[in-house]
């Protein structure tokens, strides 16, 4: 069964440091997204990506945030400089339209020491 | 606004009980979907059921079911004869027709449910 995979599946970086996260969604899917959940805490919704561009963001993803569908297959999320609070566990997920259900990744869990 | 209130933060029952996670919604639109996902404790986010607004009927997978009432704009999910294998957080989500380009999903709090042997 198609399936959304992330990797790594666990990162540790020092505060200040560039991190991508990857992810390839399921082949025939168009919409895809970044959600991340702090520990214990809902998920939240980051990013949303049609159409080789963003089509909507949360006020959680600011400039320190990019997202990339660099060559048809793999859909990155990058943080700049990371900070403390952005030790999450960070989804990717897709669609096949955007009325139907998402399928998520397995997550990153990104700690920020 | 849309919003998903999950009022149980945790249930704790003993195996084979029935139990029924509770889901309330707002929303501004006449066309949404209401989703529940299920996150174990290895963390995945599982997907278990879509439903939308025009769909009132109840729907039953296996020892599954989910009661969708747009009068009291709730979408509870009861698990029958529950097992050790149910005990995860379940998460309630909507996504609204018109809530932007790519209808992002706004999840509930979640309920995490123990189940007991």
């Known amino acids: 069964e198609p399936e959304v995979t992330q990797t790594p599946s666990h990162q540790v970086t020092q505060m200040g440091q560039e991190v991508i996260l990857r992810c390839v969604p399921i082949s025939n899917h168009l919409y895809f997204y970044w959600y991340r959940q702090i520990l214990g805490q809902k998920v939240e919704f980051l990013v949303s990506f049609y159409n080789n561009e963003i089509s909507e963001k949360s006020e959680i993803f600011d400039d320190q945030f990019s997202v990339e569908r660099p060559d048809g297959s793999n859909f990155t999320l990058k943080i700049r400089s990371t900070k403390l609070e952005d030790s999450a566990m960070y989804f990717c997920?897709?669609?096949?339209?955007?009325?139907?259900?998402?399928?998520f990744g397995q997550g990153t869990r990104l700690t920020v020491v | 606004a849309q919003k998903v209130t999950q009022a149980q933060t945790e249930i704790s029952v003993v195996e084979k009980e029935d139990v029924t996670l509770d889901c309330v919604y707002e929303t501004r639109d006449t066309t949404y979907y209401l989703f529940w996902y299920k996150q174990p404790p290895s963390g995945e986010l599982v997907f278990l059921i879509r439903?939308?607004?025009?769909?009132?009927q109840n729907e039953i997978s296996g020892r599954y079911s989910w009661n969708f009432q747009k009068s009291t704009s709730s979408f509870n999910f009861t698990i029958t004869a529950s097992q050790v294998v149910d005990s995860a957080v379940y998460f309630c989500?909507?996504?609204?027709?018109?809530?932007?380009?790519?209808?992002?999903?706004?999840f509930g709090t979640g309920t995490l449910l123990a189940i007991q042997p």
């Open positions: 997920a897709s669609r096949e339209q955007s009325t139907t259900e998402a399928f």
């Open positions: 989500a909507l996504s609204e027709r018109y809530g932007g380009a790519t209808n992002k999903l706004i």
């Open positions: 439903r939308n607004s025009f769909d009132e």
